[in-house]
């Protein structure tokens, strides 16, 4: 059996981005670097990627384009124990509000539970965050709820949408005016239909650019992004940023190439070998259709 991509990971310790690996129940992870040179070859079939941390018992062969890479048994285990789907109620965990930032006018409300940090904001791609309060889930999910109804700040933001507006940010200080703006807004919200039972959290923009890679690039922004992998399809160029699933990669000719990881999930890979340059498998434009998932 071969190790088989598991997508990208923003562990909180090394603060920088690492791809996952697993091997039956064995799983490691791969630093990597901006400025380096990365690429593989996709081999085989593309299987299940499992679910909770689980391999799948059938090994399913999933689509190439589908960016849950899960046949439909997991994707339904995995989504009957996930908090977007309402099915925990009773999860005696302490969850966090958070106001998330990815370009201008792009702002949205979600919650995730205290013990996992920035990792689900830097796994969304989050430009800009700041945490707006703490408590129960329930409680949490009805602050999400108030957001949503009383100042139209939306849940989910079309995937396409962040990719496109990540060439031309505007300055530090402006991302995180207009996130102070609207924490303002939402901090008004107590004592006027706003839950009481969260604790609020005082504002703290926290800038990912930096860790995206996204402030030392320079030159334009990505141009295409891989739409699937395909067996002997090959990926190579040098890894220029990283934000959220996505790998920004500068292939020369092909101009900033942007590899979503979680196509890569249920792969195995090899080394696209030597002298190999560029994206032979399938791409769109930047801005194209494409949207995360409803998870994000």
């Known amino acids: 059996m071969d190790w088989q991509c598991t997508g ?115 796994e969304q791609g989050a430009v800009v965050f700041s945490w707006l309060g703490r408590g129960p889930l329930m409680a949490a999910r009805r602050a999400e709820e108030v957001l949503r109804a009383a100042l139209g700040v939306p849940d989910r933001i079309a995937y396409a949408r962040k990719r496109a507006v990540r060439a031309d940010l505007p300055e530090p200080a402006e991302r995180a005016a207009e996130l102070a703006e609207l924490y303002g807004k939402a901090a008004v919200l107590e004592g006027g239909g706003g839950p009481a039972v969260l604790e609020r959290l005082p504002f703290a923009a926290v800038d990912h650019a930096g860790i995206f890679g996204l402030e030392a690039a320079s030159g334009p922004g990505p141009v295409r992004a891989v739409t699937g992998l395909a067996d002997g399809g090959t990926v190579a160029g040098r890894l220029v940023a990283a934000a959220g699933p996505d790998l920004h990669l500068d292939t020369g000719a092909q101009g900033i190439v942007v590899v979503d990881t979680r196509l890569m999930t249920g792969w195995s890979l090899a080394a696209a070998g030597a002298g190999a340059a560029g994206v032979s498998v399938p791409t769109v434009a930047v801005g194209g259709a494409a949207a995360q998932d409803g998870l994000f």
């Open 8 to 122: 990208l990971r923003w562990p909180e310790d090394s603060g920088g981005p690492a791809l996952g690996w697993r091997k039956g129940r064995r799983t490691r992870a791969s630093a990597l670097a901006y400025g380096t040179e990365f690429g593989f070859r996709a081999a085989g079939e593309r299987r299940c990627s499992g679910a909770r941390d689980n391999a799948c018992p059938v090994a399913a062969v999933v689509p190439a384009s589908s960016t849950g890479g899960r046949c439909p048994e997991c994707g339904r285990l995995d989504r009957a124990h996930s908090v977007a789907a309402d099915t925990i109620p009773d999860d005696p965990r302490t969850y966090r509000v958070y106001l998330a930032w990815f370009g201008p006018g792009m702002v949205k409300v979600g919650i995730t539970a205290e013990e996992r940090g920035e990792a689900r904001l830097r």
